[in-house]
């Protein structure tokens, strides 16, 4: 087996509290939404079709579109009553189940954030801030439920001018991500030769068993889903490392890539024929 390690220069990670400034405003300027073309459903489906029948290959849930959506050429501002900013960009892509994206340029000054939500508010992912910031200025997202999404940046008032997005891809998710709604490719569907984490192997290995099991990455890579682990090195001084299957690496950029850990499965399935248990999805 091919494996490599992605080495992350900061341990960023969606801080999921607050909500957007404008759902505590009452007037804002309408925003005209991105409205995608519509994709090739039929092509897309005889594509899986051979794919998912392969082993070696990472699960496809979304198309990638590209785009070139920026604060300045898209979206709307406002200004706010004590002088910050908030830019909001709305995108829909009739059909999606879920929607991510990708930027090639994301830069938050201090203070600034980032959210996205569903039309409906019903999924909020966010604050992204000044902690995702990188070298390279890129940054992938997690994903969105359904096909009206909002992408909303906040600008403080001492930061005016200062902060980058740049939009270069959105992904139209046109199946789940959900292991337990997944048509293929799903739970239980790995190969032979993997072991579930929470199987026992020996004694020696019981005793951390349940702190590794939290070190398991479920990836969202544009519009491809893996797994991976985060792995310790002989000067144990904690940098973060990941190891994953070298087939998991399906655009080479791990700089877009997304994380959720503590995805473990209920009831595992140990020496038995019988399938594990879903865990939660979030």
Same mark, same amino acid.
């Given at each position: 087996? !091919? !494996?490599?390690?992605v080495?992350?220069?900061?341990?960023? @990670?969606?801080?999921?509290?607050?909500?957007?400034?404008?759902?505590a405003?009452?007037?804002?300027?309408?925003?005209?939404?991105?409205?995608?073309?519509s994709?090739?459903?039929?092509?897309?489906? @005889?594509?899986?079709?051979?794919?998912?029948?392969?082993?070696?290959?990472?699960?496809?849930?979304?198309?990638e579109?590209e785009?070139? !959506?920026?604060? &300045?050429?898209?979206g709307?501002?406002?200004e706010?009553?004590?002088?910050?900013?908030?830019?909001?960009?709305?995108?829909?892509?009739? =059909?999606?189940?879920?929607?991510?994206?990708?930027?090639?340029?994301?830069?938050?000054?201090?203070? *600034?954030?980032?959210? !996205?939500?569903?039309?409906?508010?019903?999924?909020?992912? =966010?604050?992204?801030? #000044?902690s995702?910031?990188?070298?390279?200025?890129?940054?992938?997202t997690?994903?969105?439920?359904?096909?009206?999404?909002?992408?909303?940046?906040?600008?403080?008032?001492?930061? /005016?001018g200062?902060?980058?997005?740049?939009?270069?891809? /959105?992904v139209?998710?046109?199946?789940?991500?959900?292991k337990d709604?997944?048509?293929?490719?799903?739970?239980?569907?790995?190969?032979? $030769?993997?072991?579930?984490?929470?199987?026992?192997v020996?004694?020696?290995?019981?005793?951390?068993?349940?702190?590794?099991?939290?070190?398991? *990455?479920?990836?969202?890579?544009?519009?491809?889903?893996?797994?991976? #682990?985060?792995?310790? &090195?002989?000067?144990?001084?904690?940098?973060?490392?990941?190891?994953?299957?070298?087939?998991?690496?399906?655009?080479? &950029?791990?700089?877009?890539?997304?994380?959720?850990?503590?995805?473990?499965?209920?009831?595992?399935? $140990?020496a038995t024929?019988?399938n594990?248990? #879903?865990?939660?999805?979030?």
């Amino acid at each position: 087996l !091919l !494996l490599f390690g992605v080495f992350a220069t900061a341990l960023a @990670q969606v801080t999921n509290q607050g909500e957007p400034m404008s759902w505590a405003q009452e007037q804002l300027n309408i925003v005209d939404p991105v409205i995608l073309e519509s994709i090739d459903l039929e092509t897309v489906r @005889q594509e899986d079709a051979i794919n998912d029948s392969k082993t070696g290959v990472p699960y496809r849930f979304g198309i990638e579109i590209e785009v070139d !959506l920026t604060l &300045n050429n898209s979206g709307t501002w406002d200004e706010l009553p004590n002088g910050d900013k908030v830019w909001r960009l709305n995108v829909i892509s009739e =059909g999606a189940k879920t929607m991510n994206f990708i930027f090639d340029d994301y830069y938050m000054p201090p203070g *600034a954030t980032m959210y !996205l939500y569903s039309n409906d508010k019903m999924d909020l992912v =966010g604050a992204y801030d #000044a902690s995702f910031n990188r070298e390279d200025r890129m940054m992938g997202t997690w994903t969105v439920d359904g096909d009206n999404v909002w992408i909303e940046y906040h600008e403080p008032k001492n930061q /005016i001018g200062n902060g980058a997005l740049s939009l270069s891809t /959105i992904v139209h998710g046109y199946r789940s991500l959900r292991k337990d709604e997944a048509e293929n490719r799903g739970l239980n569907d790995s190969g032979p $030769c993997h072991l579930d984490v929470s199987c026992t192997v020996g004694e020696d290995y019981d005793e951390i068993k349940e702190q590794i099991q939290h070190s398991v *990455a479920f990836m969202v890579m544009g519009g491809f889903l893996c797994t991976g #682990a985060m792995i310790n &090195n002989v000067n144990n001084d904690q940098t973060p490392y990941l190891l994953t299957a070298k087939h998991c690496d399906p655009n080479n &950029n791990p700089a877009t890539w997304a994380f959720r850990f503590n995805w473990i499965s209920l009831n595992p399935s $140990c020496a038995t024929n019988n399938n594990s248990g #879903a865990g939660t999805f979030n």
